[in-house]
């Protein structure tokens, strides 16, 4: 088991930037890659980024290309999203998320085993 806690979250106005931390523990060995979905009130559930750690490669959602940058640290498993020019469409209850697999591609929630709690982000003037 992977245990995900997410932290980072609050109220911002829009432009503002903020950073979103997770840090993983229990069986990280198996964290292959480490993401973020969020889910805005009355939406679906959806892709934001990811990374598969041993490549390097990164995955954005078309939405926050540009904005937003993951990064992180595969020895610590420990990832982090930074958001930056945001907009009120970015208000969602952030999650971050863990693959025992390595994913290049995948935006598909079914793929990720691991969940975290969620962060809320409030974009509001």
């Known amino acids: 088991q992977v245990q995900l806690v997410e932290s980072g979250g609050g109220l911002v106005q829009p432009g503002d930037s903020l950073k979103l931390s997770c840090a993983a523990s229990?069986?990280?060995?198996?964290?292959?890659?480490m993401g973020w979905f969020r889910q805005a009130p009355g939406k679906e559930r959806e892709f934001v980024a990811a990374i598969a750690w041993i490549l390097g490669i990164r995955r954005y959602a078309d939405s926050v290309k540009g904005r937003f940058t993951i990064s992180g640290d595969n020895a610590k498993k420990t990832a982090h999203l930074q958001m930056n020019n945001l907009e009120p469409g970015d208000t969602a209850v952030y999650y971050c998320?863990?693959?025992?697999?390595?994913?290049?591609?995948?935006?598909?929630?079914?793929?990720?085993?691991?969940w975290g709690q969620g962060a809320q982000v409030t974009v509001s003037s």
């Open positions: 998320v863990s693959a025992a697999r390595i994913l290049t591609s995948s935006t598909d929630e079914a793929d990720y085993e691991y």
């Open positions: 229990g069986r990280t060995s198996s964290s292959y890659t």
